[in-house]
């Protein structure tokens, strides 16, 4: 009987816990509308581009990847995380501003950009054996918090994940133009979950 | 028995990465000289340089790179012919231009390589190697201007003939699924019939020009569109049908098409064709005055495998030149519509190469299946039999990732978004006609044409100056929005400094160092760039205020009237140097002050800032934001901006 009960109440917390850690997708619809002070900065972005692939590919795999990675950060040319974070800052306040006002300073609303992981994916499989186009993928999540007396909390949090085809042979140009359009597909993608409850 | 296996493996392992060399010892053609992938790549590097050029009103630049590229045969020469032709166009050397525009038809009908093609369409092969034709839009407006600049020197006869090349390329003659709808094809061709005392042909193309203005109409495009697919479905089998999804029925789809056309017929009446063609409608002109807009959209890749063609826009949009014709400023509306680039490039049939892409992307996903399959069952069969069926699985998915689906986007970058006409009908005698390019309030590119009218049987065609596209930030494709506290600032600076958006800006810098090789990106960011002059401005007390882009497209005269001088500043270059402790950054930039009433500079430099961080410190946007202080500390230090700003 005691056990029974001791279940019961894990189960209990649990679920209550895993309910109070559900953060909303979107921003609630009350923020919206009333110009509502907003700052946006990202907060996390690895400073190296990394090179991703399928990862089966052993020890073989793992020298075949690290003269890929070494192609990858050629053609970046001197592109760095710190570029990457200001190109994302740009267009988040861009798209957030139609619907925020947009300060430098501290606001009632803060949005903060993570990005968890970019750089170029390859399909590949045993011995790195590419069985598929170069992507340009970036990951990471916006989360949206409110500051009450002093504090913040979570308001609304969203994770995306991009891939931007570059084909066969990326060169420089391309891996730039690929690197732009995935950062206006990530913004695009994070922005219309975050604010899905925005009338147009 | 065992060694003899794994000596075929091995075989098969070391074989395997050389047959990529046997495929090209194969299919090499001896007779000509093969132009690989890789070269046809650097190529467009190198032409990208000169588009640059082109929208940045730099034509002679422009010139000598496309002319680089066009000395001997190559799969892309058709394509640099084209844009040197243009750059001609840009600069006023019309002769020039038509030379190119005959070789580029010349090119289209003669320059063949059947083994390229073979290469282009094989799945290993690359279809940017294939020769490059053009779209039929871009074959359409080769022929087009050529027949302009034909017309204009006389020559009404192969005028006519470059026209109707034009007709039969912008429409599908071998299978016949489309007619052209360029209207500008049909009203030149109007034209040249009625200044050769044709009136019945006349008629005939006016009427084909109306019908082309009314259906291509942005009031109707869209559901002339629509009517053209439902067509499509149902001349597709019931199978295919169902395969795509569509689940309409033969009749249901008639129904839809008797309604849609309908709604045609009802939209189309609504359309005043003969007063927006104007002048063009009766032909009673002898001027054609052609302004190219904006910027085409370009060919961009999608799909996972970058296999699909789309056309991406260019959005940013810029002012039109102002025109005057023997001192005054021509007022009257421009013909619109009947030349539209950007609608003819999106609207075009299916592409042959699509499906053959299709198959490509097949085959790999086919190959790159069944080599996983092969490997993760030979890993669970074990011995021989398993080993042999992983290696082969192996290969199959090296051969799936080989293939090159990705698709050609070579295409025309320095056509217009659309050209706007003005007919007109110019008294005999010498007229001076000039055209002012502006970039934001600073008048540029200048250039005047001496016209001469003979008769009334006669026409002059004159090509306005393109757009300067490429000045302006990429970064003013997005609106920008002012905040509250600048907006209030703006109504509290009753006649201070307009300062507009920084030009020139892509959306990554570079700072490059001609010693180490050792490049440095940033992103600079236009609002961030306009705050700090306002500040630097406020601080030696110097009121200023923000206009956006848009702001000045569409309310300058507003803006003029408020205010006398404007500041802009164009960023010209970017370099970095490093030594054994730190890194210098330097940025140029050309600072005015305009005025904005004239569009004359009232002061203008280019000015180099400077900023130098301990190498464990440096950061290239902290760097770039520096030296812009340092420039704007310089610029306002001159005694000519404090005579300036006093008067």
Known sequence: MTKRYFLLSISAIIFICYGCATVPKSIPVEFFNKDIEMSVGVTKCPEKPQFMDSGSGGIVGLVVAAGRSSEMRTKMEGIKGSTLKELIRQSITNKLEKHFEIVNTQAILSAEIDIHIWGWFLPTTSFGIKTGSYQFRISGSLTVFENKNGKKEVLAKTSVVVNQPMGNDPTKDITQEAMLKAIEDFNNKIISEILRDAKP | MKNRFFKTIVFILILFPTLPIFYQLVSADNDKVMISFKEINEMEVIADKGRQHYWKGEYHDAIKIFKNLSIYEHPSLTLYINELGNSYLALGDYANAERCFIKSYKLIETYVDHKREEKALSKFGKEEEKIYRGDPYEQATSLLLLSLLLLDKGDYDNALAALKTATLSDSDATENLYDSDYTLLNLLQAKIHLLRGDRDNFIKHREMAVENYRVTHPDVRSIFAERLDKIALLKTSPDKRKKDGAKATDSELKTQLFELDKKIKHLSEAIDAKASLNAMYDGE???????????????????????????????????????????????????????????????????????????????????????????????????????????????????????TPEADIRCWKTLPKSYELYALNLPEGEHKIHFEQHLYFEARNKIEKSINIKNKDSIVVIFGIPSLAGMYSSQCEQEMKLSKKDLVDREKTEKGLIITPPLGLNKIERFDSKITKDIEACSPDVKRMMQEVREFLKKRGVPAYFVTHREILNRKDEFSSRSQIAFQVVLSGLETETNSRERIYRASFDMALVNTSTGEKIFSKSITGTNTYLLNHSEPTKGFYGCLESALSQFVSEQQFIQSINL
């Open chain 2, 285 to 403: 002109y002898n001027t054609l005055i052609i302004i190219p807009t904006g910027r085409a959209p370009i060919k961009v890749r999608k799909g996972k495998d970058a296999q699909v063609v789309i056309f991406e826009g260019v959005n940013v949009d810029v002012p039109t030149p102002k025109i005057f014709i023997d001192g005054k400023n021509l007022n009257s509306t421009p013909i619109t519509n009947v030349a539209d680039i950007e609608f003819q490039a999106t609207t075009r049939g299916g592409r042959r190469m699509d499906a053959i892409l299709k198959g490509k992307v097949a085959f790999r996903d086919t190959s790159v299946s069944i080599g996983k399959v092969l490997t993760e069952s030979g890993g669970q069969v074990g011995g021989y039999a398993g080993i042999t069926m992983q290696v082969i699985g192996l290969i199959a998915q090296g051969a799936g990732g080989a293939v």
